[in-house]
Nanobody, 123 residues
Framework: QVQLVESGGGLVQAGDSLRLSCAAS????????MGWFRQAPGKEREFVAA????????RYADSVKGRFTISSDNAKNMVYLQMNSLKPEDTAVYYC????????????????WGQGTQVTVSS
């Protein structure tokens, strides 16, 4: 079993920055990569960014390219999301995900999820 704990959410104004963190823990699990998704009120959960542990390749959603940066500390099983130039449409609950199996860069699907952290961007 894997536990994921997100932190760093909050209320900011448009144009501000936030940094989300996610720590993975558990007994004897394989980590093939971690990523972030978000879910706004009334909308489906959508992919934001993911980083593949095996080769450090990264994929971003088009809506966040150039503004968000995903990074990791593989030794600590942690992933971060630096969010710059935030917009009101970035308002959502952000979820951390972890993949315990190999995956294609074009398609990241989590095997485990965190509880989420709220990000609210006011205009």
């Amino acid at each position: 079993q894997v536990q994921l704990v997100e932190s760093g959410g909050g209320l900011v104004q448009a144009g501000d920055s936030l940094r989300l963190s996610c720590a993975a823990s558990g007994r004897s699990f394989s980590n093939y990569g971690m990523g972030w998704f978000r879910q706004a009120p009334g909308k489906e959960r959508e992919f934001v960014a993911a980083l593949r542990w095996t080769d450090n390749r990264i994929r971003y959603a088009d809506s966040v390219k150039g503004r968000f940066t995903i990074s990791s500390d593989n030794a600590k099983n942690m992933v971060y999301l630096q969010m710059n130039s935030l917009k009101p449409e970035d308002t959502a609950v952000y979820y951390c995900g972890l993949r315990t199996r190999p995956w294609l860069l074009a398609f990241f699907q989590s095997d485990y999820w965190g509880q989420g952290t709220q990000v609210t961007v006011s205009s």
